[in-house]
């Protein structure tokens, strides 16, 4: 049986690292196609399980947290994100140290 785009994108956010995070276009190319990037957030907001599906650790490509996270707002992101050691700069993730690159790991 194929999977879903829906079941294709949980699996790729299920891979990023404690400590990371991932981008909506890095998800959605991981999911099978780069030009999903929408249809990422929102899986996101559906995501019908937040305790193994961490949709806390994407972010946009500029390192910014979801004014919609749907599951506490904003600033619980940036809390689940502190509580994994991401760091902030300017209000962003700093992507320079916590962006995850799959190619590298």
């Excluded at 294709?8 to 995070?21: C, Q, S």
């Excluded at 196609?33 to 929408?38: T, Y």
């Excluded at 940036?78 to 799959?102: C, N, Q, T, Y």
């Amino acid at each position: 049986m194929e999977k879903n785009t829906f079941e294709r994108i949980y699996e790729a956010v299920r891979l990023i690292p404690f400590g990371k995070v991932a981008t909506y276009g890095q998800i959605a190319a991981l999911a099978g196609n780069p030009r999903l990037s929408r249809v990422v957030g929102y899986a996101l907001h559906v995501n019908p399980d937040p305790e193994s599906i961490p949709c806390y650790r994407v972010v946009n490509r500029l390192g910014e947290v979801s004014r919609a996270f749907a599951f506490g707002g904003e600033n619980r992101q940036i809390a689940l994100l502190e509580a994994e050691g991401v760091s902030f700069v300017k209000g962003r993730v700093d992507m320079e140290k916590h962006l995850w690159r799959p190619e590298v790991e």
